[in-house]
């Protein structure tokens, strides 16, 4: 069936046009994913990219902020991020991309764990805006990721400026979604350009070179936090988060562990639950078999970090340094868990892996 000809016979000749082709385009597009989707309707494709750009782009207009190779602020508010429930990481240094208003934040934990806002510069992100799905959609990924790696000026072309930070993207919960796509970088403007519009890149994030250069003694590669969101909003320095409840069920789950009590233990998982490779009847089975010789174990979490998943509801991003030791086995490295508030008011482990 030839979907383009489809189109053109049934798009509807009103005002509402781009809207209503675009939620047709995106309707059919559902059924193929990624590069398949350009390989076998280029035509298509390339229509449903067209909208979202234009689509983007016109909800931006009003915006006249560019990104500059001078155009950086200073800033003193302080506070806690809304979503930041908790941050025991060594590095006091977080990086918040505010991509509705074009802003990249570089924030910093003062010793009674407010935050200060050391500096804010614009941004260029992708030309179809963000909330990445699939590759090539020419959108920045909303999300929570970390620094992986550092390129320097001789190992890029110009168009990266004098360096780039590779993220971590597609992450665990990307991964989950079934997201696609890859290279989603922190880098520095072309050289030869001094400022670019908000919406310009193909997906990364794009700040000028000489702050670039300026950020690279606030990062740690491997360890930085580089959270991607909408907006970025305050609470008072002691105001608790919406999700300041899961810190206890933490608690509880690590109790739970560390006392070998299986029920209640393997009750702090949800029902869809993965690690990547069983679900939650092959985990139960799993834990069950290995935990039943066990004896004395001994869990320490250390460098905790807590943050309620952008763009999600009632999804909330642990990480921390996990120590465990038991009478047959010890372990040492980071662990990731996601959870889920279900109805019932509850947090519930979606998955669990580490990293």
């Known amino acids: 069936m030839h979907l383009h000809r489809q189109w053109l016979n049934t798009a509807p000749k009103t005002d509402r046009k781009q809207k209503v082709c675009k939620l047709f385009l995106k309707k059919q597009l559902s059924l193929i994913t990624g590069t398949q989707c350009w390989l076998r309707y280029p035509v298509l494709a390339a229509l449903f990219l067209f909208l979202q750009v234009s689509e983007a782009q016109a909800q931006s207009a009003g915006s006249t902020q560019l990104l500059s190779g001078v155009s950086t602020t200073l800033s003193t508010n302080r506070g806690i991020p809304v979503g930041l429930i908790l941050d025991k990481q060594d590095s006091p240094y977080l990086f918040w991309a505010e991509l509705g208003g074009g802003k990249l934040h570089l ?41 992986i790696s550092f390129l320097n000026d001789d190992q890029l072309t110009d168009k990266y400026g004098t360096g780039a930070y590779p993220l971590n993207y597609p992450n665990k919960w990307d991964q989950i979604m ?66 300041h409840d899961l810190i206890g069920t933490l608690n509880a789950w690590k109790k739970d562990w560390s006392a070998n009590d299986n029920d209640a233990y393997l009750n702090h998982y949800h029902p869809d639950f993965t690690d990547s490779r069983r679900n939650l009847t092959q985990w139960k089975t799993y834990k069950k078999r290995i935990n039943k010789a066990k004896q004395n174990i001994r869990i320490k979490l250390s460098q905790l970090s807590i943050i309620a998943y952008p763009g999600e509801e009632n999804l909330v991003s642990s990480r921390f340094y996990q120590d465990y030791q038991s009478s047959d086995f010890s372990w040492r ?10 109805d019932n008011g509850e947090w519930k482990i979606l998955y669990e892996g580490n990293g």
């Open 333 to 342: 490295g980071w662990k990731q868990l996601l959870w889920r508030r279900i």
């Open 107 to 147: 924030l910093e934990r003062t010793e009674t764990g407010s935050y200060l806002t050391l500096t804010t510069t614009p941004i260029s992100i992708g030309k179809a805006g963000f909330g990445k799905e699939i590759e090539g959609d020419l959108k920045t990924p909303v999300g929570i990721y970390k620094i």
């Open 178 to 243: 079934k997201r696609t796509g890859h290279g989603i970088w922190l880098h520095g403007l072309p050289k030869g350009v001094t400022e670019r519009p908000l919406l310009d890149s193909d997906g990364c994030v794009v700040i000028s070179n000489n702050i670039l250069d300026e950020l690279n003694k606030y990062i740690n590669i491997g360890e930085s936090t580089f959270v991607l969101s909408e907006k970025l909003e305050w609470l008072p320095p002691e105001a608790p988060q919406p999700e």
